[in-house]
């Protein structure tokens, strides 16, 4: 498995201005995904993050709302832009890690749980 | 394009008593399955997966999940529930078609435990 950590936990942000979500893991890993989860509801894909490359998101996600960096193996930021009340969700960082079998498993993070005013 | 249902809501149980949670699938090639548990404030725990082999997964904290082919089904199961596995329960099929890596996940089962 892997120990993931996310930073801020929680945060209250007034409309029009931006969060970065920083997500830090305990060992090298090259796939890092980002997660959605509004209130009430199941998980979105918003974005996969490789080391050395421009993330790739999944429709309905642009780079100019949530732009992703990943500057090494074991760290990723998620910016959330130009925030409306419609961003208040629990955002989740997930790393692929190689276990036992020949399938990765997907390991999630605490998350950052954000409520835009 | 893959899909999951949990047909169920809520489900709950008495404590001591076997529960089960609910979980179909789509998918236009192989199903590599997932269960994951949320507890309250807290992100997601991986419970056990299902790639090939076995029909009847085991995983953490006595979970067990029995894929049914037939029935595109991978339901989650425990002998004896406790209180303490009051949580939210999603699955998740992985889409593995041109190399992919991308989990969809289902609605979620609240799992309510009673003494």
């Known amino acids: 498995s892997a120990v993931i950590s996310q930073k801020p936990s929680r945060d209250i942000c007034q409309r029009g201005t931006s969060l970065t979500i920083q997500c830090q893991v305990d060992?090298?890993?090259?796939?890092m995904f980002w997660y959605r989860q509004q209130p009430g509801q199941s998980l979105t894909l918003i974005a996969t993050?490789?080391?050395?490359?421009?993330?790739t998101y999944e429709s309905g996600f642009v780079i100019d709302k949530f732009p992703i960096s990943r500057p090494n193996l074991t760290f990723s930021t998620l910016t959330v832009s130009n925030m409306s009340p419609e961003d208040s969700s629990i955002y989740l960082c997930?790393?692929?890690?190689w276990g036992d079998g020949p399938l990765e498993t997907q390991y999630f993070g605490p998350g950052t749980r954000l409520l835009v005013l | 394009a893959q899909s999951v249902a949990q047909p169920e809501d809520q489900v709950n149980v008495a404590e001591g008593n076997p529960l089960t949670v609910k979980c179909t699938y789509s998918?236009?090639?192989?199903?590599?399955l997932f269960w994951y548990v949320q507890y309250p404030n807290r992100g997601l725990q991986f419970l056990l997966k299902?790639?090939?082999?076995?029909?009847l997964v085991k995983g953490s904290y006595g979970f067990e999940a029995e894929f049914n082919k037939s029935q595109t089904s991978f339901h989650l199961k425990k002998p004896s529930a406790l209180v303490s596995d009051s949580a939210l329960y999603f699955c998740?099929?992985?889409?593995?078609?041109?190399?992919?890596?991308?989990?969809?996940f289902g609605t979620g089962t609240q799992l309510k435990v009673e003494l």
């Open positions: 997930s790393v692929e890690v």
């Open positions: 060992s090298q890993v090259t796939m």
């Open positions: 993050a490789n080391q050395g490359s421009e993330a």
């Open positions: 998918v236009s090639g192989n199903p590599y």
């Open positions: 299902y790639i090939t082999g076995d029909n």
């Open positions: 998740a099929v992985r889409d593995t078609t041109r190399g992919g890596n991308k989990l969809t």
